[in-house]
């Protein structure tokens, strides 16, 4: 049989008998562990994946380099040669994974790097508003569901549920499970030692240290910013292509060799008419007016 050793941070935290599943999972069991952490804004969805990545990693986990809030940033931290059991936070993963936006490219990519990357043994841990706003496609990859339920602001404790997720490869329906201890009791009517299998409703996680929570807060700024940076100028440019504003601007030559390519489309009682030129070529009156003039003029001047 393969024995696991554990680190003794693992051994010796709070729900250590939780992250020492998903140490097994990872390292004995050649798994991934997928969480997605769903809550309103505030209930503590990030800070509660700091910290269980705080438990099994300590304070050597690397923020800065392992802490995403694109698909785009995701796809650039998964294609590097990582090691087994390496931590990932998607934070905001609903942003770059909407259901709504099922069909996107974007959307289609994360899904099939979801796929790719469930054999290299990450640990990969999602947050958003609701597990419903994934697409179907990366729903059904996800393996664990975690809710904060309450915050105990004077201990620092937030309460959570966590439950195994499961989906049904032929209907696609969802299913969920709470997580089940076996806890070692004397029978007080025999007094043998018995175990009692008990069904964990909420799960108590406390606050991560200052030296991962200040980082985070860093980079969530930096990049956040970057990516509505991005996301404005996508709406930019978009709206640009549909109404043709930012478009390179032809010449008065160009302009005048259309006007005499497509006469005919121009004219009106025999002179070039100012409305045809400024709906046909999309120039305003003034130039449709100058435009006007120089070919009434020239055809004036040929004929005579």
Same mark, same amino acid.
């Given at each position: *049989?393969?024995?696991?050793?554990?680190?003794?941070?693992?051994?010796?935290?709070?729900?250590?008998?939780?992250?020492?599943?998903?140490?097994?999972?990872?390292?004995?069991?050649?798994?991934?562990?997928? @969480?997605v952490?769903?809550?309103?804004?505030?209930?503590?969805?990030?800070?509660?994946?700091?910290?269980?990545?705080?438990?099994?990693?300590? @304070?050597?986990?690397d923020?800065?380099?392992?802490?995403?809030?694109?698909?785009?940033?995701?796809?650039?931290?998964?294609?590097?040669?990582?090691?087994?059991?390496?931590?990932?936070?998607? /934070?905001?993963?609903?942003?770059?994974?909407?259901?709504? /936006?099922?069909?996107? &490219?974007?959307?289609?990519?994360?899904?099939?790097?979801?796929?790719?990357?469930?054999?290299?043994?990450?640990?990969?841990? *999602? &947050?958003?508003?609701?597990?419903?706003?994934?697409?179907t496609?990366?729903?059904?990859?996800? /393996?664990?569901?975690?809710?904060?339920?309450?915050?105990?602001?004077?201990?620092?404790?937030?309460?959570?549920?966590?439950?195994?997720?499961?989906?049904?490869?032929?209907?696609?329906?969802?299913?969920?499970?709470?997580?089940?201890?076996?806890?070692?009791?004397?029978?007080?009517? &025999?007094?043998?030692?018995?175990?009692?299998?008990?069904?964990?409703?909420?799960?108590?996680?406390?606050?991560?240290?200052?030296?991962? &929570?200040?980082?985070?807060?860093?980079?969530?700024?930096?990049?956040? *910013?970057?990516?509505?940076?991005?996301?404005?100028?996508?709406?930019?440019?978009?709206?640009?292509?549909?109404?043709?504003?930012?478009?390179?601007?032809?010449?008065?030559?160009?302009?005048?060799?259309?006007?005499?390519r497509?006469r005919d489309?121009?004219?009106?009682?025999?002179?070039?008419?100012?409305?045809?030129?400024?709906?046909?070529?999309?120039?305003?009156?003034?130039?449709?007016?100058?435009?006007?003039?120089?070919?009434?003029?020239?055809?004036?001047?040929?004929?005579?």
């Amino acid at each position: *049989m393969v024995s696991l050793q554990y680190p003794d941070r693992i051994l010796h935290c709070q729900n250590s008998w939780l992250y020492q599943k998903i140490w097994k999972r990872i390292f004995l069991r050649n798994g991934q562990f997928s @969480l997605v952490i769903c809550g309103r804004c505030g209930s503590g969805k990030s800070y509660l994946a700091l910290e269980i990545i705080h438990n099994l990693f300590g @304070l050597d986990w690397d923020v800065k380099r392992f802490t995403c809030f694109s698909a785009e940033q995701f796809a650039d931290i998964v294609r590097q040669d990582l090691p087994k059991g390496t931590a990932i936070l998607f /934070d905001d993963s609903g942003l770059a994974a909407l259901s709504g /936006d099922s069909l996107t &490219t974007e959307v289609k990519q994360l899904s099939k790097i979801f796929q790719s990357v469930r054999s290299r043994n990450f640990i990969i841990i *999602m &947050t958003l508003p609701s597990l419903f706003l994934l697409s179907t496609s990366v729903r059904s990859q996800i /393996d664990f569901y975690c809710e904060p339920l309450w915050i105990d602001f004077e201990k620092s404790i937030c309460h959570a549920k966590f439950q195994s997720l499961s989906t049904n490869p032929k209907s696609g329906k969802l299913y969920s499970a709470n997580p089940i201890r076996f806890l070692k009791k004397v029978s007080p009517i &025999t007094g043998i030692e018995v175990f009692e299998k008990q069904k964990i409703v909420s799960i108590p996680f406390a606050k991560p240290p200052i030296e991962l &929570t200040t980082p985070y807060e860093a980079v969530k700024k930096e990049r956040v *910013m970057a990516f509505n940076q991005e996301a404005f100028e996508k709406i930019v440019r978009k709206r640009q292509k549909e109404t043709g504003v930012g478009k390179r601007k032809l010449s008065d030559i160009q302009l005048l060799n259309k006007i005499r390519r497509n006469r005919d489309s121009f004219v009106s009682n025999g002179r070039v008419d100012r409305e045809l030129l400024c709906r046909g070529l999309g120039v305003g009156v003034l130039k449709a007016k100058q435009l006007a003039s120089i070919v009434n003029n020239k055809d004036l001047s040929d004929s005579e």
